[in-house]
């Protein structure tokens, strides 16, 4: 990781601008290493002030605040006023937030130009591929614009960050004043991003609910290119089809009945510094193969490819691997027409606390993202690496939760695996659930929308998502998982109290979670061995629900 960081960090500096910019930092607070901070967080270190770009914590800022890193640099505090309002509201390192951001934009609500105060800007005038630093004034489209992300101010794709016209500059740029009278209109024609959902969260205190995370004006059937993907059913089912025989057998992707709305494919390999590859079953023919994902999409289903399963691995070290990984994963999208990526890396895969896979990993998803502004991206950590955080806050003990923070605006979909890892402890009892419990799917689930504290509250919190960003993570059967099996007849009880708050067992959630996503399971190839005693219960049950 120190190599990964260092080579960042040298690169963000070469981009910083020889002209300074000072902010006042009245109202930020000192960064403190064991506080936890939210993204949009403004604090103060070593006269300097600092906004958080995603959730941070023990990173500090002089030292993370590089191209793609998790600060950004606001300028000296030398108690001029910044030129654009700024939150003073500090981070609270015991109560999580109750508003979370947009789940495909960085920023959620584009400013009204009547509240940005007019005049004749200096600025010169932005040009795309230029290498921005952040905190550096453009101009464009009669309006001045500070950069705040570098890596995505210098883009070469206007069309996506141009400030104020492109479809994503939210994520590179804040809007600092108008130019002129032609401001006015420039910021009401700004359309928002197909991947922009409702700016704020629910609370979880709330039943409001809250926006699907892929706009149903996503483009699906037959006009989709590779990358593009479907709105997804209020309710959803996902499902693993694997590439090999282990036990259940091998079926074309044609045979996979229609309930299943997203269908990922298990799994690529690691082809070596940090390339992937994926290779199909010998059994499969391959164009048949691209022929049935084609098909599969044309019927508006998500079809997404998976890194890593109980044996997979990547190699995501150094910036080279990083390269290599994000143009392999580009290739094999683009060949076989997949609509996102799913992460899925377990025990072998290294996945610990202060890991270069995991800063890598954002970055290259963030890189995909960028590429494939409707690309569908999913996770199924094991349940130690996320609400295990609870517990722990080290080694593997909620070691997902940085990536699901700062990917958080990227993530379509996070299903926990609650298999094969026993019990569950949660804020809410004393002792752990039982796996396959109501009880235990139930917690599982308001941890990840509520958020809860790490390390039993000694080491911050966690945010929480929103509803639709959640989905349970089960076996199809007894023989699908060593341990863990749920009943379709408890799946679809836990299932009714998390969105209507009926049919719960001892543990229920603060309100009804209405746009609830759904359910995942491992796996299609188990399901249609064991005469679809999976699909057919729980995905009718989801298309039954309002």
Known sequence: MKRSVIALAALGASFLSTSAFAVSCAGFPVWNSPAAYGGGTQVQEA?????????????????????????????????????????????????????????????????????????????PQYAAGTAYAAGQLVQNAGSEYRCTIAGWCGSTAGWAYAPGTGAHWQQAWELVKSCGAASSSVLSSVAPSSKSSSSVAPSSTSSASSTSSRSSSSVSGNNRVPGDAAALPKHALVGYWHNFDNGSGVIRL???????????????????????DFRLDPALNKAQFIADVAAKRAQGKNIVLSYGGEKGTVTLNNSTNLANFVNSTAAIINEYGFDGVDIDLESGAGVMHGAPVISNMVSAIKQLNAMYPDLYVSMAPEHPYVQGGYVAYTGIWGAYLPMIDQLRNELDLL???????????????????????????????????EGFPLANGTAGNFKGLRPDQVAL??????????????????????????????????NTPLAAYADFRGVMTWSINWDVKDGRIFSVPVGNHLKALP
């Open 47 to 123: 006269g300097k002030g600092y906004k958080a770009n995603w959730w941070s914590q023990g990173h500090s800022p002089a030292s993370y605040s590089g191209q793609w890193q998790e600060w950004t640099l606001l300028g000296a505090c030398d108690g001029a006023v910044s030129s654009s309002p700024r939150s003073s509201v500090a981070p609270s390192s015991s109560a999580p937030s109750s508003v979370a951001p947009s789940s495909k934009s960085s920023s959620s609500i584009a400013p009204s130009s009547s509240s940005i105060s007019g005049g004749n800007c200096s600025s």
């Open 254 to 276: 044609a045979d996979v009945d229609a309930s299943w709305d997203v269908i990922v494919i298990a799994f690529v390999d690691d082809a070596g510094n940090g390339s992937v």
């Open 415 to 449: 299903h926990v695996q609650l298999y094969n890892n026993g019990g569950l402890a949660t804020p809410y009892a004393a002792q752990a659930y039982q796996a396959g419990t109501v009880d235990m799917m139930v917690a599982s689930a308001r941890m990840l929308i």
């Open 473 to 506: 993570g089960l076996p199809s059967g007894p023989r699908a998982a060593g341990s863990g099996q749920a009943t379709t007849a408890d799946i679809n009880k836990a299932v009714d109290c998390l969105v209507k708050r009926t049919n719960c067992g001892s």
